[in-house]
């Protein structure tokens, strides 16, 4: 690559940064965030190499400098959000789509003279289309209600909002396998699933598949993506942090960045949390590490050969999974693939760090006006085959007082004798208990809940699009 290409190149990238971080100063460890490379004909972004061609942007600098201070801010803002590494399950088109729609959403909103392009107008009657079906301006919510819009529409307003290729960010998912590979054990979406991705066990040597075709990250290269997300979680909460303090005025200018700062790191972290309410104290069969002293133990050795002064405790207090209760509102939007999905998703957090005693009791309870099935699970193996051979009966109206009628008589008649609490996932619209129960109580909503009444002893929970 010419040098004198990429030095003048280096010297627009300085002028966009710092037009940006004069407007901005809150996302200036965004705004710096890239190594930048000139290597290629597109536009590109991994969340750690921006990739460009020099050529193409020395000439766009030249002719439409707004254009290209528009698409850097577009980039940023798709790492600030990690629209790249939420690809996995997405359709390609849409993803792609609602990715870009929610950052030009945002860029539109801050108003900058310095972004505004000849198409903002047009991305202006697009985005006030779609925000008719949706409440968070968010690219997870935007993307389930692009699946619901005609093919051919899609692809008219795809060009509108493009600037970058996503095609690395699907290099990223198949290299990676999966978000519970980046994000850790609390979200995974399958913890049977142990991770392994098509690049394990393969040899690193050679820059080419068999086929012919480009081998996809390298292990170095997955390594920087890993330590990259970390990055900007760090750089999005930190952003999200001084719009709420120092930048408290200028949040409050821009409700778009804001609402998707708190929508991400909400969908998150938040559920996994949630969950642990209704956990129990309990012994369980496990060594204590917290109670377990190794000097006094390595001392007995050395000292009575073999013979330790103190064993480690066979057992340990811990917080899991006894007995629990989880309704489904069988009426309404409460149907088919959304309640398999909530209870796989429900299940995963459950049981991936063991979180249930040897001996535990779900009772799962379909239910309309009336209760129309109770599936008593006692094994993970139960709890599996309930999920792959779900069948919902009943969709009638709703009515939530037989449910809390079966718990009440399952307490008195000694079934439930340490019960977590009761799940009960709706829509929202049936008929409450009018008293507060015994146990700790959740209704779960598939969608926002804000203008749902529940009674004052439950708790309320909105279930984001991806949970």
Request: charged share 30%.
């Given at each position: 690559m010419d040098e004198e290409l990429l030095a003048i190149s280096e010297e627009i990238f300085t002028y966009i940064i710092n037009r940006?971080?004069?407007?901005?100063?809150?996302?200036?460890?965004?705004?710096?965030?890239?190594?930048?490379?000139?290597?290629?004909m597109e536009y590109r972004c991994d969340g750690v190499f921006f990739h460009y061609s020099p050529i193409a942007l020395i000439r766009t600098f030249r002719a439409r400098p707004e254009e290209l201070i528009h698409g850097y801010l577009h980039v940023v803002l798709h790492s600030v959000?990690?629209?790249?590494?939420?690809?996995?399950?997405?359709?390609?088109?849409?993803?792609?789509?609602?990715?870009d729609m929610a950052v030009e959403n945002v860029i539109l909103e801050l108003g900058l003279d310095c972004t505004k392009t000849e198409a903002d107008?047009?991305?202006?009657?697009?985005?006030?289309?779609?925000?008719?079906?949706v409440t968070d301006f968010t690219a997870q919510r935007i993307y389930h209600a692009l699946e619901e819009m005609e093919t051919d529409e899609i692809k008219l307003m795809g060009p509108v909002f493009s600037f970058d290729s996503h095609e690395v960010w699907y290099e990223i998912r198949d290299a990676i396998g999966s978000s519970e590979s980046l994000y850790g054990e609390e979200n995974r979406d399958d913890p049977t699933k142990g991770g392994r991705n098509r690049f394990e066990g393969a040899?690193?040597?050679?820059?080419?598949?068999?086929?012919?075709?480009?081998?996809?990250?390298?292990?170095?290269?997955?390594?920087?993506?890993r330590n990259a997300l970390k990055d900007w979680k760090e750089i999005s909460e930190k952003i999200e942090t001084d719009l709420e303090t120092f930048h408290k005025e200028e949040g409050e200018q821009m409700p778009a960045l804001v609402q998707s700062l708190a929508?991400?790191?909400?969908?998150?972290?938040?559920?996994g949390t949630f969950l642990k309410k209704f956990m129990r104290l309990g012994e369980k069969m496990k060594v204590s590490e917290t109670d377990f002293?190794?000097?006094?133990?390595?001392?007995?050795?050395?000292?009575?050969?073999?013979?330790?002064?103190?064993?480690p405790?066979?057992?340990?207090?811990?917080?899991?999974?006894?007995?629990?209760?989880?309704?489904?509102?069988t009426s309404g939007s409460c149907q088919g693939d959304i309640v398999q999905s909530f209870l796989q998703k429900t299940w995963n957090i459950f049981r991936q760090k063991e979180n249930f005693f040897t001996h535990f009791r779900i009772h799962i309870i379909q239910c309309d006006m009336l209760i129309r099935d109770?599936?008593?699970?006692?094994?993970?193996?139960?709890?599996?085959?309930?999920?792959?051979?779900l069948e919902i009966k009943g969709l009638g109206g709703t009515d939530f007082r037989p449910v809390f009628s079966y718990i009440q008589n399952k307490v008195d008649q000694g079934v439930f004798r340490k019960l977590g609490g009761l799940l009960y996932f709706t829509d929202g619209d049936g008929i409450y208990p009018k008293q507060q129960p015994p146990w700790l109580t959740a209704f779960l909503f598939p969608h926002n809940s804000k203008d749902i009444t529940v009674p004052p002893w439950a708790i309320r929970y909105s279930l984001e699009g991806d949970e």
């Open positions: 940006l971080t004069f407007h901005l100063r809150f996302m200036d460890p965004a705004i710096n965030r890239f190594a930048r490379v000139g290597d290629t959000f990690q629209h790249l590494y939420f690809a996995n399950n997405r359709k390609m088109s849409l993803w792609n789509l609602a990715a107008e047009e991305r202006k009657r697009l985005i006030g289309k779609v925000k008719e079906k040899s690193h040597d050679s820059d080419e598949k068999s086929d012919g075709e480009p081998s996809g990250p390298s292990e170095e290269e997955i390594r920087l993506i929508a991400l790191h909400r969908e998150k972290y938040r559920y002293d190794p000097i006094f133990y390595t001392y007995g050795l050395q000292l009575y050969h073999n013979l330790p002064l103190i064993e405790l066979e057992s340990q207090e811990m917080h899991n999974i006894r007995e629990l209760v989880i309704a489904i509102d109770v599936a008593e699970i006692t094994s993970m193996a139960q709890f599996d085959r309930y999920i792959e051979t």
